[in-house]
């Protein structure tokens, strides 16, 4: 998920050099502040909920609504991915 969270930034961060909006308010404020402290936080976030999801790993729910989110990370992951590839 960590990884899916820093793909994310840096696919975002070319996107928008290329011309597209960051539709997220939160992080839109944030890459106006700074593109780096956008990333640093959308870093740290990534990196809290995954410690959450490891200290209630023994809970089935949180392993199911973990296993969405990571789908949902993935599917945004492969939009961006086909959004600055052309493709």
Do not use: C, H
């Amino acid at each position: 998920m960590i990884v899916l969270n820093v793909a994310d930034y840096l696919l975002t961060v070319r996107a928008l050099d290329r011309g597209a909006i960051e539709v997220n308010p939160l992080m839109a404020a944030l890459f106006d502040i700074d593109p780096t402290l956008a990333g640093a936080i959308k870093v740290l976030l990534g990196i809290g909920v995954v410690l959450v999801i490891w200290q209630m790993r023994r809970y089935r729910r949180i392993l199911q609504v973990s296993l969405i989110a990571l789908a949902g990370l993935s599917v945004v992951f492969a939009y961006q991915l086909a959004l600055v590839t052309g493709t």
